[in-house]
């Protein structure tokens, strides 16, 4: 019995979806909920799992193919066994297929060659053939066969960075005299946040305010803290939670960097849904903590850990990334020592997060070593004005400089 595999039912802020990786060919056998293709919105990646044990036994759309909400895409043969060899992908072009056949006989003699499918000079293109294109072209440029690197992607994939830093480890020389390039489309996550960020450029008169923190007292608490707090919640206690819950509790008392703009409206909110930035493979993505200045430390660490995980295993769903009234980014986890970030519409601000780093500072009259961090804000100056800026930046400074403020609610 056929049964046809379709889109999922896509929300109605997501139009259409690209066909990102087909995991599966023609003729491969496959089974109830194993992943037969991943699907890429301007926001998430979707996984369509096969709904039965069968044999996929169609592809409609190849890779890179725009598809909407409840479109059939494929189609699989319930209890079907499967056979070999496996039918092409759609799309594989007649001279892939004819290469296929030569290849094929010459599993009978020894004698004759077997012709890769890429460009003659590359090492076992086979294994190239079935990257996405970015790390495909680093492994043919590099001349990496792709079977010798472990993948640090999802599922265990070979990523761009991994074939580059194969290379550069003296696992294989780059071609002697190659200058390649290729043309690569972007993502359409990369295409939807270029789009954003363009957007936050050209409506909001952005400006961008520093202060420095001395980050010594928040370190010694989680030194000291730190055994009892991993054994009564499960989960070490990071540099995030003391600033998302002293950007709730700032954001408590400057509402106005907690407001957003609608025309020529402003409009207050009344808690804080702090997004996260987090970084992916695919691009930046910020999940939300909802009424953070109702959390614990503890709950702010576990939904943090939980949202790193969807990122990474590519889990994340377009109810995580909805909504959100300000934004933290981390730059500091890159190295990044100051940085100016882009206000996320329609949100009005964001703080920027940098390395921490030991710097001679003065205290009571004395020089001393001190961990210090500079802390950013951007702004939409239409309605923030530069002293609301300050006044909460140097909120979040007292704060962190005295962390048993937060914990009295000061």
Known sequence: MSTEIKVPVLPESVSDATIA?????????VKRDENLVDLETDKVVLEVPSPVDGVLKEIRFETGATVNSEQVIAVVEAGATATAP????????KADKAIDAKNDAATTNEAQPVMP?????????????QLPPGARFAAESSGVNAA???GTGRRGAVTKEDIVNYAKSGGAGVTGGARPEERVPMTRMRARIAERLMQ???????LT?????????????????QDDFVKANGIKLGFMSFFAKAAANALQRHPIVNASVDGNDVIYHGYADISIAVSTDKGLVTPVLRNVERMSFADIEKSIGEYAKKARDGKLGLDD?????????????????????IVNPPQSAILGMHAIKERAIVENGQVIAAPMMYIALSYDHRIIDGKDAVLFLVDIKNQLENPHRMLLGM
């Open 200 to 206: 936050s450029k050209n409506s909001i008169a952005m």
């Open 148 to 150: 010798d690197v472990a």
């Open 209 to 225: 305010s520093f202060n420095e923190v001395n980050l010594g007292k928040v370190m010694a608490m989680r030194s000291e803290l």
């Open 321 to 341: 990334l909805q909504g959100g009234t300000f934004t933290i980014t981390n730059g500091g986890t890159f190295g990044s020592l100051m940085s100016t970030p």
């Open 86 to 93: 496996s039918a092409p992908i759609a799309g594989e072009s």
């Open 21 to 29: 990786t087909w995991h599966k060919k023609p003729g491969d056998a």
């Open 117 to 129: 499918k890429s460009a003659p000079q590359q090492p076992a293109p086979g294994a190239n053939a």
